[in-house]
């Protein structure tokens, strides 16, 4: 079941795309959900995409935390996942903390599709 | 106003693999072909060396915002579109309020800040009438007559009207 981010996971996710609005090295895509969003999202780049889900859960949007438990994502115990309109779309966005440490974050966005 | 693909400083490389988890991650060109939604239809996009990012350990390929600029440049180049850069040196050289510029436009000021920027990408149609309104000064004044004048507009004109001698 999900459940909202605990407290540490939300701002490590949070502080990884802040420092990615920076930096290199703080948020990463999966081909598949990168290639989601070029293929239905017309005109957006991953830039303004990382603003949105940044922006959605910074101003209180729910980022859900939900355990793991399909076979080949194991190496994770949590996905973090979030639901937010764009351009007239409501999407689902999966995220995983690759790395946890809210001090050096890494997010990865594993997949993108309709809501 | 600094460009979409400008940062300060990159994490070091190697990265941490978002697969396999071992700090084999690093910059790699690959051959990439893209499924990319323009002007409401789907077109392809085939880029043979394009930097991404490659785990050594377990071959995952890593993207980000810096490696989907490059196929955003080359979809600029592909539809010949205006560069965010070739924006932001039009609104400097008309040296006017991004606000009017955006109430003459039609759009958002926020959504001309964005193509400037590089984070969205217009489409054809605002590109033309991007490309009209930084070419011509009868452009802007007519739609600046546009704005104020509902009625501008609904009859088609063939010709200017010939002026007195």
Redesign the interface.
Known sequence: MPSPADLEARQAWLNAFQE?R??????????LA??WV???????????M??LLHDHVAGGGTLDQVRERRKDWL?FEFHFDLRLDVGGKKIYVET?L??ADPRDP?V?I?NVHLA | MKD?TE??????FP??C?HC?ENEVYPAIVAHT???????R?CELTVPDLAA?RCRSCAE?????????Q??DVLRRQFRLLTPSQIRDAFAALDMPAGEIAADLGVAEAVLS?WAA??????RANDQLLRGYFASPAVRSALKTAVRDASFGTIAVLAAPATRG
Not at chain 1, 38 to 48: C, F, I, P, V
Not at chain 2, 7 to 12: E, F, I, K, N, V
Not at chain 2, 61 to 69: H, I, M, P, S
């Open positions: 990615g920076r930096f290199r090295g703080f948020v990463t895509w999966k081909p990168q290639g070029k293929a239905n999202l017309e005109g957006n780049t991953l830039r303004e990382e603003k190496d995983v690759v790395r890494l990865e594993v | 979409s940062q300060d400083a990159d994490r070091p990265w941490r978002p988890r893209a499924e990319v939604l323009f002007d409401g789907r990012l390929l890593v993207f980000d915002a810096r490696v989907d600029e196929l955003n964005k590089g984070t969205l990408i217009q489409s």
